[in-house]
């Protein structure tokens, strides 16, 4: 079982920055291939970046490519998501997620994630 908790969440303007948190415990984080989806209002839940156990490898959507940074940290269990020069098409709860790593796989599918922390709300007002 693995427990996700994000935070970081915020009202911000557009142009603005944000550094969301994800602290995961229980099963072991080194193994584990880490995500990050988000959902506004009335849409899909979708795909904004994934990365590897090791985190050495990273996926990130098209939307975001070039504004957004995951890293994470083993000694704190921790993922984080760099966001920089936000849009108010950003805005949408962000969801962290988890799922058994394999090598250098990373995952963009929410139904491949087993473990999904509660979200936590991005407002970009413009």
């Known amino acids: 079982q693995v427990q996700l908790v994000e935070s970081g969440g915020g009202l911000v303007q557009a142009g603005d920055s944000l550094r969301l948190s994800c602290a995961a415990s229980g099963r072991t984080f080194s193994s584990a291939a880490m995500g990050w989806f988000r959902q506004a209002p009335g849409k899909e839940r979708e795909f904004v970046v994934a990365t590897s156990r090791s985190g050495r490898i990273t996926y990130y959507a098209g939307s975001v490519k070039g504004r957004f940074t995951i890293s994470r940290d083993s000694a704190k269990n921790t993922v984080y998501l760099q966001m920089n020069s936000l849009k108010p098409e950003d805005t949408a709860v962000y969801y962290c997620?988890?799922?058994?790593?394999?090598?250098?796989?990373?995952?963009?599918?929410?139904?491949?994630?087993?473990?999904w922390g509660q979200g936590t709300q991005v407002t970009v007002s413009s």
């Open positions: 997620a988890a799922r058994d790593g394999s090598g250098g796989r990373y995952y963009t599918g929410k139904d491949e994630y087993e473990y």
